[in-house]
C-alpha cells in the first residue's frame, strides 16, 4: 500500500495528545468563565500523577521546529521563568490539597531545551518539582531532554546526581549536510562528543531522535545515520517524518526549498520517500534487535520499560508546569496560550513570568464522554500493542467496536488493522503502524477539527 492508495497523504498530523492544542480557547469566555485549579482536581485520582515542567528556551531554533521556544534568554530571563515557576507549582500543589496522599509516578523535563539552564539553574528546577511540588525524582522515572550543544559534562553530573533515569537527545542526522538543510546548526564531532558525555554520565536510557524525509536524503545516508547512532547502542530511538509547518524556518523558506511543495498541498514523491525511508529504518532496527512501540518508537529488546506499571497514557492526571505545558484532568486540559512565532512567544513568556496568581486555568478544553473515549481508543490504538477491549469496556461500558464501528472497519478495509490479533484486542498491522499520522486524525471528532480548522496560527 503506498502513500496515495487511500487518496490522502500518511503524514496528516502526529497525534501525540488528544484533543489537539489548536482546538484549546482562552477559557474566560467559557460560560462557567476560568475554574480555579482547586475544584478541577478536587475529584481527581492523584495516586499516579505525572509531572511535566517546560523549559522554553534553546539556543538555536531548528527549521522544522514548530514547539513553544524562543531563541536564548536575556537579561537574566531565566531567573524570572525558575520564579514564575516556583510560584506556579506553590499554586498547583495548593490546588491538588494536602488533606490526602500525593504521589507522583512519573516525571520529565521537556521544552525547548531544558539543558539550557546552567547546572545551577537545572538544580533550582529539580528543588521546585521536589519541595515545591513533592515529586520525589530519585524514585520515579525522570525523562529530560537535551541538544548536542547543551549536554555539558556539568549539566549532566546534575541530572545523574538528582535521579535521572532517561535522557532524550535530538541529533536528527548524523550527516553534516542534511543537519544544514533542517536549517539545524551543527557537526557530527560535537555531536558524537555529546553522546559521549551521555554515557560517561551512567544515565540509564538513551534515546536518539533521528528525522526522515530531509531534502537531499536517501536511502544510504539515512542508514549512515541509523548506524551512527547504533554505534552508541541507545536503549531508545525515535524516527520521526519531517513536517514543514507555518510559520517555521521551513515553512517560511521560498519556492525551491525542502518544503516549498509541502505547503502547498499534498506531495506525492516527498510521501513515499519518507515512507520508504520509514520502512527501511524500522526493518534496521528489527533487524538490530529493536522492538517496536509506536510508529516513532523502537525500544532495544533487552531494556527495562522505565515508565511506571500504574501509568497508562490514555490516563489523566498530568501536571503541566511552565507556559508550554500541558495539565490534563478527566473534565478539562488545560495550559497557557500557544503560539509558533516568535514575537508571539516572547509576549506570552513575559506574561508568564510577570503572572502572580495561578489558581486558575487560562487555555483549554472541555472534555467531555464522547471524547475521553475517542481518547482512549487513539493512544491505544497507535502503540505498536494495540488495545485490549475488555479495558475500555470496564471503563466506558460499552465496546468499541460498536462505537467506532465506522472508522474501524475503514481501517479494516486499508488494511491498517491486524486481523490477527486475536478477539479482544485491536491492533493496527505493519502498514496502520506506518500510516498512523493519517490514521490518528481520522478519529478526531467534529467538535476538534472545527476547532482546529479555525485556529488561527501565530
Not at 462557567?32 to 500523577?49: H, I, Q
Not at 520525589?136 to 522515572?141: E, I
Not at 556539568?154 to 533542517?182: K, P
Request: hydrophobic share 35%.
Amino acid at each position: 500500500m503506498t502513500g496515495t492508495t487511500t487518496g490522502t497523504s500518511p503524514y496528516l498530523s502526529y497525534v501525540y495528545a488528544y484533543p489537539h492544542k489548536t482546538a484549546y480557547r482562552p477559557l474566560d469566555t467559557h460560560p462557567a468563565g476560568r475554574p480555579p485549579l482547586a475544584e478541577l482536581w478536587a475529584a481527581e485520582r492523584k495516586d499516579a500523577l505525572s509531572l511535566y515542567v517546560h523549559i522554553p528556551f534553546c539556543e538555536v531554533r531548528c527549521g522544522f521546529c514548530n514547539l513553544f521556544t524562543r531563541i536564548g534568554a536575556p537579561d537574566e530571563l531565566t531567573t524570572r521563568y525558575l520564579d514564575a515557576l516556583d510560584r506556579q507549582a506553590v499554586a498547583v500543589r495548593d490546588a491538588l490539597g494536602h488533606d490526602a496522599p500525593v504521589r507522583f509516578a512519573a516525571a520529565a523535563f521537556g521544552g525547548g531545551t531544558p539543558t539550557y539552564l546552567d547546572a545551577g539553574e537545572l538544580e533550582r528546577l529539580c528543588d521546585i518539582a521536589e519541595k515545591r511540588m513533592g515529586a520525589d525524582l530519585r524514585s520515579v522515572p525522570l525523562s529530560v531532554e537535551t541538544s548536542p550543544s547543551t549536554a555539558t559534562a556539568d549539566r549532566l553530573a546534575v541530572l545523574a546526581d538528582r535521579g535521572t533515569t532517561r535522557i532524550s537527545i535530538g541529533v536528527q542526522s548524523f550527516v553534516d549536510t542534511e543537519a544544514r538543510a533542517a536549517v539545524r546548526p551543527q557537526r557530527r564531532s560535537d555531536v558524537e562528543a555529546a553522546l559521549g558525555r551521555i554515557r560517561d554520565a551512567r544515565v540509564p536510557v538513551l534515546n536518539i531522535d533521528l528525522i526522515y524525509g530531509i531534502d537531499g536524503q536517501t536511502e544510504a545516508s539515512w542508514r549512515t545515520s541509523l548506524d551512527a547512532a547504533l554505534t552508541w547502542r541507545p536503549e531508545e530511538l525515535y524516527l520521526y517524518p519531517l513536517y514543514v509547518r507555518p510559520l517555521t524556518g521551513l515553512g517560511r523558506l521560498g519556492p525551491g526549498s525542502a518544503g516549498s511543495a509541502a505547503r502547498s498541498g499534498p506531495d506525492t514523491a516527498w510521501d513515499e520517500q519518507r515512507l520508504r525511508l520509514y520502512r527501511a529504518g524500522r526493518d534496521h532496527l528489527l533487524s538490530h534487535g529493536y522492538e517496536q512501540v509506536s510508529m516513532r518508537m523502537f525500544r532495544r529488546a533487552d531494556t527495562t520499560p522505565a515508565g511506571p506499571e500504574d501509568y497508562a497514557c490514555q490516563t489523566d492526571g498530568m501536571i503541566g508546569l511552565g507556559c508550554g505545558a500541558r495539565s490534563y484532568t478527566s473534565s478539562l486540559h488545560y495550559s497557557f496560550d500557544y503560539a509558533v512565532e516568535m514575537r508571539e512567544i516572547r509576549g506570552i513568556i513575559d506574561g508568564f513570568t510577570g503572572t502572580r496568581d495561578f489558581s486558575r486555568a487560562e487555555v483549554g478544553r472541555y472534555v467531555d464522554a464522547g471524547e475521553a473515549r475517542r481518547r482512549h481508543l487513539l493512544q491505544s490504538l497507535l502503540q505498536a500493542e494495540g488495545m485490549e477491549t475488555a479495558g475500555y469496556r470496564e471503563r466506558f461500558g460499552t465496546d468499541p467496536c460498536d462505537t467506532f464501528s465506522t472508522e474501524l472497519e475503514r481501517f479494516a478495509a486499508r488494511g491498517w488493522l491486524d486481523e490477527a490479533a486475536g478477539p479482544g484486542r485491536l491492533r493496527l498491522s505493519p502498514e496502520g503502524l506506518a500510516h498512523s499520522d493519517a490514521l490518528g486524525p481520522e478519529l478526531f471528532s467534529p467538535g476538534v477539527r472545527a476547532a482546529m480548522a479555525a485556529y488561527e496560527a501565530k
